[in-house]
């Protein structure tokens, strides 16, 4: 259990100790688990620990970190009165041999164990890289979908038609479909809890950094279509100026 509360911190997870048992058995517990930080009895964002508390103050803590645009998950269920946190989390864990049955019912994962740890690293690891192959998804539909909605508007307002007709785009967005799904079932060799920025509740799944490619690669792509649909005459591309109109869209494509 040490090893994966380890592994959590370094990958810039907060970890959070709410216990009913007093000061002196959660630092114990605390020490065990590799948690050093000050005990409270507050329930307020920066406390990594809190002592001689119930229920009732988990639920409060949870809600006050989820109001705060934070993705909580909960991991108890030692006793009923734990059922209201499973439910309230974003993601309700307990364990089996440590829990009830009613509790396990409403939790979104079930460890075998408490050794079983080590099995949320693997868990995160699967759902960071799923999360990334998501967004390398949708960068990939956004550029040629933008790309060929800005060529099918300057070609048509510059000669009055476009060589992209809706069969072509229809077939491009069929193989890029097809293209995303394989990023989407392809697993990588190697996993990874990467230590980044933690995301945030309300947060776009398209980040900044997306942004950026997405512009850069959707003016790149038009500037060269149009420049070479538009200009092929300057060009002086050999073989394709003497194309007929329909085998120059093809090629064009």
Not at 81 to 98: F, M
Not at 117 to 139: A, V
Not at 172 to 179: K, W
Request: glycine share 4%; net charge positive; aromatic share 6%.
């Amino acid at each position: 259990m040490k090893s994966a509360v380890k592994a959590l911190k370094n990958a810039g997870r907060n970890i959070k100790l709410v216990s009913k048992d007093k000061q002196s058995t959660l630092r114990a517990m605390a020490g065990e688990l590799g948690i050093s930080c000050p005990v409270s009895t507050e329930t307020e964002h920066p406390v990594s620990m809190v002592r001689s508390s119930n229920p009732e103050d988990k639920l409060l803590m949870l809600k006050s970190l989820k109001q705060k645009d934070n993705v909580v998950a909960f991991i108890g269920g030692w006793t009923m009165r734990d059922a209201p946190v499973l439910q309230e989390a974003d993601v309700g864990i307990t364990i089996k041999t440590w829990s009830t049955e009613v509790t396990r019912e409403i939790s979104d994962i079930v460890l075998t164990s408490g050794s079983s740890f080590s099995s949320l690293i693997t868990i995160l690891e699967s759902s960071d890289q799923e999360y990334r192959k998501i967004q390398k998804f949708i960068q990939i539909q956004i550029i040629s979908n933008m790309s060929a909605l800005l060529i099918t508007a300057v070609e048509t307002v510059r000669l009055g038609e476009s060589s992209l007709t809706i069969f072509y785009v229809l077939y491009l967005n069929l193989v890029l479909a097809f293209l995303g799904g394989l990023i989407l079932v392809v697993n990588p060799q190697h996993k990874e809890l990467r230590s980044n920025r933690i995301g945030k509740r309300k947060e776009s799944i398209i980040t900044k950094l997306m942004r950026i490619k997405i512009l850069l690669q959707v003016s790149y792509q038009v500037i060269i279509f149009l420049v070479f649909h538009l200009d092929r005459e300057a060009l002086h591309v050999p073989g394709v100026n003497s194309m007929n109109q329909d085998c120059q869209k093809s090629h064009d494509f």
